[in-house]
């Protein structure tokens, strides 16, 4: 028995939520972007009408001004997407327990056991999917319903927006064979270019390509290929709390200036360690190491990594460890373009044990303080949005006490 698999896609989903606070430019070429002077000044987003006008995410402001002169541009606001997130998959949550995001605007849900109570008719039940996101957010999405995830995103991406595409046994060479390789999930430019050199321009042609032949081509990658491109791709849908935890997490960021001078230096270290800490506690874990990636205005990169006294998901242990880092690897004078930090060695929260220091008799107490006080951040933060506090002591650059 087949599976039946959806894939919801929210529709130029950046720019959706921000024109909920905006309708006035709903019928105008608008673009979600970051800070037009900065090296951040890219097309994060852009809605119908920008796409008319050729505008691409990830283009520069003034490529995409070029292109659409009367471009709105508006500011992205992160916490407002993952507000809308969470309530669009708690929705998908009514009709199946088993549902996969996929990233921040996409999620596939397997429909295989619950379809029966909603009816029997997968088309029939994505529709009423998009009708109560739409109701309920006013947001919209394109579905894809198949037999395996592949096709179901394939069937979400090929009528936009707000439409359901339905890809069957039945159907499925016929809408997607003759579609460019580059159409395939996965199939980037490299692999593209190794196959067009050696025939293979279609997924059809992928399709009936020998696997041998492509693993020959592009490692274990060519089989995965093949099985995409022939409908035999079967992994499961996979829900949150069955993913296995991550085994590291951080954050990076290309400054809009150079930062120069331990001041500076620590002042940006500071947010990427509040971010790192903030979702080490979101998935449960604490890290044992943390790791700092410098990366100067030439792009070329160092990076050093420590392990820490105790485990902890502490704003201010992980932003010591990563100024220390900083310290013993840069000279102040020197320039810095972009700074990475990264929690690694993680461990879930309940078993990250900490060894007693006989000369530190309060530093556990210390510690639990600080977590208690981080935890009350979050929850401000998620009432309130992200930038509604921030911790003073990593914002002034204070030294431990």
Aim: glycine share 6%.
């Amino acid at each position: 028995m087949d599976r039946v698999i959806l894939h919801c896609d929210m529709n130029s989903f950046y720019a959706s939520v921000e024109l909920l606070d905006h309708p006035d430019l709903r019928d105008r070429p608008v673009a979600v972007c970051g800070d037009p002077e900065s090296r951040h000044g890219v097309i994060l987003a852009k809605n119908e009408g920008a796409k008319a006008f050729g505008v691409r995410t990830a283009e520069t402001v003034w490529q995409a001004r070029r292109k659409c002169p009367e471009l709105v541009l508006l500011p992205s606001h992160r916490e407002k997407y993952v507000y809308y997130s969470k309530k669009i998959n708690a929705i998908y949550e009514r009709y199946t327990d088993l549902v996969e995001p996929f990233s921040i605007d996409e999620s596939w849900l397997d429909l295989t056991g619950s379809l029966h109570l909603f009816g029997g008719d997968a088309k029939q039940v994505a529709d009423e999917i998009r009708k109560r996101v739409r109701a309920e957010t006013g947001l919209t999405l394109s579905a894809g319903v198949s037999f395996n995830k592949v096709f179901a995103k394939m069937g979400s991406d090929y009528k936009k927006p707000d439409a359901t595409t339905v890809i069957s046994r039945e159907n499925f060479r016929d809408l997607l064979w003759p579609l460019p390789v580059s159409a395939l999930l996965f199939v980037g430019r490299a692999a593209e270019r190794t196959l067009a050199e050696h025939g293979v321009h279609t997924i059809g042609d992928l399709a009936v390509t020998d696997r041998a032949v492509l693993m020959r081509l592009l490692g274990k990658a060519g089989a995965t290929l093949r099985a995409y491109a022939d409908g035999s791709e079967h992994s499961p849908v996979v829900p949150l709390r069955d993913q296995p935890p991550p085994k590291s997490v951080g954050n990076g960021c290309t400054f809009p200036q150079n930062l120069t001078g331990w001041e500076e230096l620590r002042s940006g270290a500071a947010g990427l360690a509040d971010s790192v800490a903030e979702r080490l506690r979101q998935v449960g874990m604490k890290c044992t190491t943390v790791q700092v990636t410098i990366r100067d205005p030439q792009f070329r990169d160092i990076c050093r990594q420590r392990r820490l006294e105790a485990p902890t998901f502490v704003t201010r242990d992980i932003l010591e460890a990563a100024c220390a880092l900083i310290h013993a690897a840069w000279r102040p004078d020197a320039p810095v373009r972009a700074l990475t930090i990264t929690a690694q060695n993680l461990l879930p929260e309940g078993e990250a044990a900490e060894q007693l220091d006989l000369f530190a008799v309060n530093a556990s107490q210390r510690r639990a303080k600080l977590e208690k006080l981080e935890r009350a951040v979050d929850g401000v933060r998620q009432k309130y949005g992200h930038d509604a506090l921030s911790l003073a002591s990593a914002a002034r650059g204070e030294e431990k006490r």
